[in-house]
């Protein structure tokens, strides 16, 4: 396969598609407000999360599942308007699709129209697969989201590796079959064994994005504070740190404390 990189000024779905058709790997991150999103759309990373994640890394919380789908909207609002070339697709929040695909439909439509976004993701396979079609049939570009699936955290009762066992690497990769033949445009592949995520790769013709699935995905997706090193109690097999910001940013921070008690900030320079 070609591994040349093609420039693309606005990524779109297609371009995704194109991507994994000539062998170039898909980068994506997270992010959840302006100033980030910025900072990750200038680096051309080509699709921007805005995950239900911010449930965790901005609010606080233990889990995927308190986030609502105003606060996904609002964090979706401020990433869009900083992004120039990135797709940005968000995540359709817990409670928001699972029990009637009506109102997966209504979720998809407010995030769509009010915050400008360009994609929705879901967790999930044929259990879904109503809400899934409803979505697609309104013109609202899916990405699926399969393996270790953070909204189902309580049902698996652990965040460890997913689809180890036969039975379930195959309803997996029956999952991901019927996700594409849905109309899915990409799916990611969360915390299953390499050697599975190279087998649903290899057997749909649309890009995986592993997270925690090994080299074989078509891309890899990240959370930014994770990769920043931003956080620190985290520390799964498949994170590379390529910062460490919370040792950085608490040594900037106390050097400030000290300045100000020592009154040497503000100096005669800083001042007018």
């Known amino acids: 396969m070609s591994t040349a990189k093609k420039e693309y000024k606005r990524v779109t779905v297609k371009s995704l598609v194109d991507m994994k058709k000539h062998g170039e790997k898909i980068s994506m991150l997270t992010a959840y407000d302006y100033s980030m999103a910025k900072i990750v759309d200038s680096a051309n990373v080509d699709v921007i999360l805005v995950g239900d994640s911010a449930s965790n890394v901005m609010a606080g919380h233990e889990t995927t599942l308190p986030i609502t789908l105003d606060q996904m909207i609002y964090h979706a609002t401020s990433v869009i308007r900083a992004v120039e070339r990135a797709l940005v697709v968000v995540d359709i929040p817990f409670g928001s699709y699972q029990s009637d695909p ?43 989201h ?59 013709s649309i890009p995986t994005i592993g997270i925690g699935g090994g080299k074989h995905a078509d891309g ?38 000290t300045d100000v008690k020592s009154q040497d900030f503000p100096n005669d320079d800083e001042q007018y």
């Open 102 to 144: 009506k109102e997966a439909l209504r979720s998809a439509i407010r995030i769509m129209k009010e915050s400008g976004a360009h994609a929705v993701k879901l967790e999930g396979g044929v259990e879904i697969k109503e809400s899934v079609k409803r979505i697609l049939n309104a013109g609202i570009p899916v990405m699926g």
């Open 220 to 257: 890899q997706v990240l959370v930014i504070h994770d990769l920043l090193g931003m956080t620190h109690e985290f520390n799964p097999r498949f994170l590379r740190r390529y910062m460490n910001l919370y040792e950085e940013m608490g040594s900037a921070i106390s050097q400030y404390v």
């Open 146 to 204: 399969l393996g270790l699936t953070p909204q189902s955290i309580y049902k698996f009762g652990t965040y460890t590796v997913r689809a180890k066992e036969e039975e379930e690497a195959k309803k997996l990769i029956e999952d991901a079959k019927l996700l594409e033949k849905l109309g899915c445009f990409a799916i990611v592949l969360e915390k299953i064994p390499a050697a599975l995520t190279k087998k649903v790769s290899e057997s749909i």
